[in-house]
């Protein structure tokens, strides 16, 4: 389970996180949701110990991550797996090095191992055959799913994505919202999806959390967000320019 | 009017001042943290030849062209200045203690400051812009032993080696020209390179490069971690890389070799 308590974040001189309140349930989908701009990549951020919030608290599974040392972090991070926005592959990295890094480096299994486990992994996100394929010769939608088969190689507990749609054909965007719910089933994980894609949304969450002006304003579920009885919501799902949302 | 200049100036020096003392203080950090995770960066070796590679084969063909011309130019220059003052016979001798103590190992980084300077900072900038730094710190693999160490050995590491390549090819580079436009014969040269070869002023200019490997390899690291923003910031942290690794390493220079000429030169 994942504790947010009256987190807060100013950069730049602007509060971008103004104190959240989040709880996210073991094996549930939270999709966090929201305009551009508003603290949700932050937020996931926040999560996993990449920033260091101004005040507030985080605790996974009981445990305070707020004022860890980074190798106290980097225990905890090992239970997560993360897709980027724009996947951040590494470049000089072939696609089955990208997906084994972590593997390789934590030491945990033999070459042989390694390499049979990336290519599990990228058979579970459709790929297969491109170990040797650089990133730069992979198209936006192939590039999301390696980098989706390398937050899954180390068997996270939790996985966290980053406008995992955006920038993407609705047809691989699909594909893509199939494989987030797909991973969650099979591996049971506890995940967290930041979007403001409200079609992918709607096709992962279980729980729909609305983040704007640094504060989780909504919090429910499908039923409770398609319903609009909150005026914010509401005018987020209908795209409209006007309402309590100031553009 | 002129108060309210004063007070302004007086903030942004002040200002400029607190801005440098905070970025040695990062650059400390970074090193120490660096010196903290050498160890453990060790066991990936392969990520240090790697960048050995990089940073001293991938320079070769540039620090040739350099080195050709800078001991040619170091033969004119004698040539020039002994006419009718010093025997010839000396200029072999000029060259190989001008080249060893001084201009290969500052021309050397200088070139491969340039070069390896920016490649590191644009590299590691992209990677810090599009969010692969932090893809590392996700996977709980720490950036610095990752990235920053084996950088930094590579270049201190690589440039001695590339310097003496260098003091080769310029010793050649003056040869050539020694030979066959000043009239010098090969007999005399050698005999003036070898009458003047120290091993205390060959080792003192690969000290330095050891010296000017770890400022490269620094500038680039820690201005391509700090890279903010998108094209244009890789662009600004590549730059101040250059300049700075430039900078430091002829300041450096002149603080080491006073530092070598009180030191190891008082006893030859």
């Given at each position: 389970?994942?504790?947010?308590?009256?987190?807060?974040k100013?950069?730049?001189g602007r509060?971008?996180l103004?104190?959240v309140?989040?709880?996210?349930?073991?094996g549930?989908?939270?999709?966090?949701?929201?305009?551009?701009?508003t603290?949700?990549?932050?937020l996931?951020?926040?999560?996993?110990?990449?920033?260091?919030?101004?005040?507030?608290?985080i605790?996974?599974?009981?445990?305070?991550i707020?004022?860890?040392?980074?190798?106290?972090?980097?225990?905890?991070?090992?239970?997560?797996?993360m897709?980027?926005?724009?996947?951040?592959?590494?470049?000089?990295?072939?696609v089955?090095?990208?997906v084994g890094?972590?593997?390789?480096?934590?030491g945990?299994?033999?070459?042989d191992?390694?390499?049979?486990?990336?290519?599990?992994?990228?058979d579970?996100?459709?790929?297969?055959?491109?170990?040797d394929?650089?990133p730069?010769?992979?198209?936006?939608?192939?590039?999301?799913?390696?980098?989706?088969a390398?937050?899954?190689?180390?068997d996270?507990?939790?996985?966290?994505y980053?406008?995992?749609?955006?920038?993407?054909?609705?047809?691989?965007a699909?594909a893509?919202?199939?494989l987030?719910?797909?991973?969650?089933?099979r591996?049971?994980?506890?995940?967290?999806?930041?979007?403001?894609?409200l079609?992918?949304?709607f096709?992962?969450?279980?729980?729909?959390a609305?983040?704007?002006e640094?504060?989780?304003?909504?919090?429910?579920?499908?039923?409770?967000?398609?319903?609009?009885?909150?005026?914010?919501?509401k005018?987020?799902?209908?795209?409209s320019s006007?309402?309590?949302?100031k553009? | 009017m002129?108060?309210l200049?004063?007070?302004r100036g007086?903030r942004y020096?002040?200002?400029?001042?607190?801005?440098?003392?905070?970025?040695?203080g990062?650059v400390?950090?970074m090193?120490?943290?660096?010196?903290?995770?050498?160890?453990?960066?060790?066991?990936?070796?392969?990520?240090?030849?790697?960048q050995?590679?990089?940073i001293?084969?991938?320079?070769?063909?540039?620090?040739?062209?350099?080195?050709?011309?800078?001991?040619?130019?170091a033969a004119?220059?004698?040539?020039?200045q002994f006419?009718?003052?010093v025997?010839l016979?000396?200029?072999?001798?000029?060259?190989?203690?001008s080249?060893?103590?001084?201009?290969?190992?500052?021309?050397?980084?200088?070139?491969?400051?340039?070069?390896?300077?920016?490649?590191?900072?644009?590299?590691l900038g992209?990677?810090?812009?599009?969010?692969?730094?932090?893809?590392?710190?996700?996977?709980?693999?720490?950036?610095?032993?990752?990235?920053?160490?084996?950088?930094?050995?590579a270049?201190?590491?690589?440039?001695?080696?590339?310097?003496?390549?260098?003091?080769?090819i310029?010793?050649?580079?003056?040869?050539?020209v020694?030979?066959?436009?000043?009239?010098?014969?090969?007999?005399?040269?050698?005999?003036?390179?070898?009458q003047?070869?120290?091993?205390?002023?060959?080792?003192?200019?690969?000290?330095?490069?050891?010296?000017?490997?770890?400022?490269i390899?620094?500038?680039?690291?820690?201005?391509?971690f700090?890279?903010?923003?998108?094209?244009?910031g890789?662009g600004?942290a590549?730059t101040?890389?250059?300049?700075?690794a430039?900078v430091?390493v002829?300041?450096s220079?002149?603080l080491?070799?006073?530092?070598f000429?009180?030191?190891i030169?008082?006893?030859?």
């Amino acid at each position: 389970m994942i504790q947010i308590r009256g987190l807060r974040k100013r950069l730049g001189g602007r509060a971008v996180l103004d104190g959240v309140d989040l709880d996210i349930e073991d094996g549930e989908c939270v999709v966090v949701i929201g305009r551009s701009g508003t603290g949700k990549s932050v937020l996931l951020k926040h999560i996993l110990g990449l920033m260091t919030p101004d005040e507030g608290s985080i605790q996974i599974e009981g445990v305070e991550i707020v004022g860890m040392s980074e190798r106290e972090l980097d225990e905890v991070r090992q239970k997560f797996g993360m897709l980027f926005q724009g996947a951040a592959l590494f470049d000089s990295l072939t696609v089955g090095e990208n997906v084994g890094l972590g593997l390789r480096e934590h030491g945990r299994l033999s070459d042989d191992e390694i390499r049979k486990r990336v290519s599990e992994r990228l058979d579970w996100v459709g790929l297969e055959g491109v170990e040797d394929t650089k990133p730069a010769s992979l198209s936006g939608g192939m590039r999301k799913r390696v980098g989706l088969a390398r937050a899954i190689a180390m068997d996270p507990r939790y996985i966290l994505y980053d406008e995992p749609t955006t920038g993407l054909d609705p047809i691989m965007a699909d594909a893509i919202d199939s494989l987030i719910r797909g991973m969650q089933k099979r591996l049971g994980v506890t995940t967290i999806v930041v979007t403001h894609d409200l079609d992918s949304a709607f096709k992962v969450g279980d729980r729909f959390a609305m983040l704007h002006e640094g504060k989780i304003v909504f919090f429910g579920n499908t039923q409770e967000t398609r319903s609009g009885s909150n005026a914010m919501v509401k005018q987020f799902i209908e795209g409209s320019s006007t309402g309590p949302i100031k553009v | 009017m002129e108060d309210l200049i004063a007070v302004r100036g007086a903030r942004y020096a002040r200002e400029r001042v607190l801005d440098g003392v905070a970025e040695i203080g990062r650059v400390t950090l970074m090193l120490a943290d660096a010196a903290r995770l050498t160890v453990p960066a060790l066991r990936s070796f392969r990520l240090i030849t790697q960048q050995m590679a990089a940073i001293g084969v991938g320079s070769l063909w540039l620090v040739t062209v350099v080195s050709v011309f800078t001991g040619a130019v170091a033969a004119v220059q004698a040539a020039y200045q002994f006419s009718s003052v010093v025997p010839l016979k000396y200029i072999g001798a000029v060259i190989i203690r001008s080249v060893i103590i001084e201009l290969g190992p500052v021309l050397t980084a200088l070139v491969v400051g340039g070069r390896v300077g920016a490649s590191i900072a644009a590299e590691l900038g992209t990677m810090k812009v599009t969010e692969q730094i932090d893809a590392l710190r996700a996977m709980a693999i720490n950036p610095i032993r990752y990235l920053v160490v084996p950088r930094l050995i590579a270049s201190i590491v690589m440039l001695p080696v590339v310097t003496i390549f260098s003091n080769a090819i310029a010793i050649f580079g003056g040869y050539v020209v020694a030979v066959s436009t000043i009239g010098v014969s090969t007999h005399t040269y050698v005999l003036g390179l070898k009458q003047f070869f120290f091993l205390k002023a060959l080792s003192s200019g690969l000290l330095k490069s050891m010296f000017f490997g770890g400022i490269i390899g620094t500038m680039g690291c820690y201005y391509g971690f700090r890279t903010e923003g998108g094209a244009e910031g890789v662009g600004i942290a590549t730059t101040r890389a250059v300049v700075g690794a430039c900078v430091l390493v002829l300041i450096s220079d002149y603080l080491l070799a006073n530092f070598f000429f009180r030191i190891i030169f008082t006893t030859e």
